[in-house]
């Protein structure tokens, strides 16, 4: 049983567009909400994340925004750029155990 | 970078065999999490190490063991190794009671089964 499902599963986007990657949880106990990025040979490394008592994080160009009541939460990236193509993952949390989602590939074209 | 080592970097292994992978948490930190990434998957929770001892546990086997030493590095034990096993193998440190939920990765160790 998939804890976190996310899509789409791949993603094309010009340079400079705005990505859209959405994720869905059921245990309403997770109280974590991270985006991780990877890159092809590499670890995810941690972009953002967010907690559940705020519908919208931002950092930088990237952007989380949480529906609580969904039980919905998506990662928006502005002005994209060929170096985010990448694998993008989200993931949820309870007690520092981490379900991921299974990944969307982002590719960014110039 | 995170801090977070592992090693090897890569292992090519035989069915049947064991194999123990080996992982340095960032500075601070006293948890270690291990996790299996298939190929075009997202990481698996495989369990968790906080002060020595197993903190949860996923859905994986007992031939999937671990160790947690008194420097807060780690070990996955893989014993009776199957085909299925191969994957990009990750492990997470975390500082667990600091308020912190944040989980830094190292680059894994990838491991082909044959």
């Known amino acids: 049983q998939q804890q976190v499902k996310q899509s789409p599963q791949s993603l094309i986007v010009q340079k400079g567009g705005i990505p859209i990657i959405n994720c869905a949880y059921e245990?309403?106990?997770?109280?974590?909400f991270p985006w991780y990025q990877q890159f092809p040979g590499k670890g995810p490394a941690l972009l953002i994340a967010i907690r559940p008592d705020v519908s919208e994080k931002k950092e930088g160009r990237f952007t989380i925004s949480f529906n609580k009541s969904a039980k919905q939460f998506s990662l928006h990236i502005m002005d994209s750029q060929p170096g985010d193509s990448a694998t993008y993952f989200c993931?949820?949390?309870?007690?520092?155990?981490?379900?991921f989602g299974s990944g969307t590939k982002l590719n960014v074209k110039p | 970078e995170t801090g977070v080592t592992q090693s090897p970097t890569h292992l090519i292994k035989t069915r049947g065999q064991q194999v123990t992978l080996r992982c340095s948490s960032q500075s601070g930190h006293n948890t270690v999490s291990w996790y299996q990434q298939a190929l075009g998957q997202g990481p698996q929770f495989i369990f968790q190490?906080?002060?020595?001892?197993?903190?949860g546990r996923g859905n994986f086997p007992p031939r999937f063991s671990g160790l947690q030493f008194p420097n807060y590095s780690s070990e996955l034990n893989v014993n009776a190794l199957e085909l299925d096993d191969s994957a990009l193998y990750l492990c997470a440190s975390s500082q667990l009671g600091s308020g912190s939920y944040e989980q830094y990765f190292g680059p894994g160790t990838r491991l082909t089964v044959t």
């Open positions: 190490y906080y002060r020595e001892e197993e903190n």
């Open positions: 245990n309403t106990a997770f109280d974590y």
């Open positions: 993931a949820a949390s309870n007690f520092n155990k981490f379900y």
